[in-house]
């Protein structure tokens, strides 16, 4: 009989060495990663337009001869900086009639913070072992997809760490902080 400890810790079982340069490093060398597509609301075109791009959008997917996988991930809006900003131009305008539409949109602002607002990004990931054939790979994903009128990407290792987060806790955002008693 064998005695497997069971950890605890998400980490244990997780088969990844490292996220580096926007790739996912498995145990086993396998390489993860892949191009972040910009979303582009398309149904404000018109319909020849729309029916252009899904029809050049249909053409990059079936040029794709490997495995990959298309990922939806929600990222929490950080407008704190735009925040930031407004209560400093608040603080220093002095016409009543611009610090009121200035007071409108930060609380409009506060709003977005206080309702969990999130973007949806979308990714197309592979695996692949060889680094040459990586970049090459995601050279060709971005430039089929600006042919599809889409703009992409590589992804960033914030990216991988966004999608994993999505995918190990169920779509809940991670945050850490004091433990208070």
């Keep these: 009989m064998s005695t497997t400890s ?95 539409l200035i007071m409108e949109d930060i609380n409009k602002a506060n709003m977005f913070t206080t309702n969990n607002v999130v973007d949806t990004e979308f990714y197309l990931l592979f695996k692949e072992k060889d680094m040459d054939k990586i970049q090459k790979k995601i050279r060709s994903l971005i430039q089929n997809f600006a042919s599809a009128q889409l703009v992409a990407t590589q992804t960033s290792n914030d990216d991988l760490r966004i999608i994993l987060d999505n995918f190990l806790n169920g779509g809940s955002t991670t945050t850490f902080g004091a433990v208070m008693s």
Excluded: H
């Design 6 to 100: 069971r950890s605890k810790y998400t980490n244990d079982f997780v088969p990844i060495k490292s996220i580096t340069n926007g790739v996912i490093i498995c145990e086993n060398n396998d390489k993860v990663t892949g191009v972040k597509i910009s979303p582009r609301n398309i149904f404000i075109l018109d319909p020849s337009e729309q029916n252009l791009i899904i029809n050049n959008l249909r053409n990059v997917y079936n040029m794709i001869d490997y495995e990959f996988w298309i990922i939806a991930a929600d990222r929490p809006v950080d407008i704190t900086a735009y925040l930031s900003r407004l209560q400093l131009l608040y603080n220093s305008e002095i016409n009543p009639v611009r610090r009121k």
